[in-house]
């Protein structure tokens, strides 16, 4: 009798075998008469790999299925042996040339179909992925792996860019791009959207963050509803933080409201300026905690100084007003010197 380990991978077989993932890849692909494992079930194998809670790099892949019920999760005759580095780069490569995001835009609209997914509201955002080595660019045409904007927190090393737009009924992602390092989100959030509208007739909010918000994109968006966030970088939008424009108690406990319109980039639309209570405290006590380091930061540099010799008074007091105009939120007032006698050392 042989015991083999079937765990949660059964769940994760069942469901990509409810969407029909295997079939869609092998529509895209193709297959071959000479092929042992259709590229299908090879995805499938990834899927069940990096959701396996401890995914295995490539060249350990066939080790992954070893004790598991792989025939049971991949199809009848298919051993781990089969589920190799060299046949899982093949079918990355062909992956490529059928194009990622198209592949997965067909396994969303399956998927949302299979689970009947309102797409009422739509969310954009981007994030990035560091890597480590050269990866110079390959051919034209192919993303370009290099230095960005962290949102991992590794600027040393090069990186790519994943983009998503996922629907708010269960956070499902519907649409995915990678793409280079260096990609700026205000120059490419607005035609993403565009595309997403095309291919799911899409009549709901898009919603994304400040990213989002810039007079080429919201012209470029027009025939499309959205909600984002107005940086505070656009003018009018700091003058009306600033301003004293009465906020009424709103039907959310906590939260103060203000309504206004704005034609910026010549788009008609109504901004909300919110006041969370909430919000403020927080904000209030984390500034207040950055307010007291920075004084101990300032007490400490002042004793530096005056543990220090000076020629003269005026350089002393010279010193000071240096030290003074370096701070920025405090400042040396009723400076006050001590003269120390001097005396030359006996000459022998």
Partial sequence: ????????????????????????????????????????????????????????????FSKFFEGKATEHLLGKGITAEQINDDRIGNVLDDLYEAGLSETFLGISLKAVAKYDIKVETGHIDSTSFHVDGE??????????????????????????????????????????????????????FSGLLQEFKEQWTFEGICVGDAALYSEENIVAMTG??????????????????????VLQESKFKGYSTAESESDYGGVRQRWILIDSQARRKSDIKKLDKKLEQIQQNCQQDLQILAGQDFACAADAIAAAEKLSTQMKWHQLANIQTVEKPHYAKRRV
């Avoid at 990509?16 to 494992?37: F, M, P």
């Avoid at 960005?148 to 590794?154: L, P, V, W």
């Fill in 224 to 245: 499309l509803k959205w909600l984002t966030r107005v940086p505070l970088s656009i003018k009018a939008a700091g003058e009306l933080v600033e301003s004293t424009t």
């Fill in 1 to 60: 009798m042989k015991v083999t380990n079937l765990e949660h991978l059964g769940i994760v077989a069942g469901i990509i075998d409810e969407i029909g993932i295997e079939e869609e890849i092998n529509r895209i692909i193709g297959r071959s008469s000479r092929e042992k494992v259709s590229a299908g079930v090879i995805v499938k194998a990834m899927l069940l790999n990096g959701l396996g809670f401890v995914s295995a790099p490539l060249y350990m």
């Fill in 135 to 188: 990866y110079g660019r390959e051919e034209e045409g192919s993303i370009e792996i290099t230095h960005g904007y962290s949102r991992d927190h590794r600027p040393d090393l090069k990186q790519f860019m994943m983009n998503l737009i996922c629907v708010g009924d269960g956070d499902i992602p519907v649409m995915m791009e990678v793409a280079s390092g260096n990609q700026a989100d205000k120059a490419r």
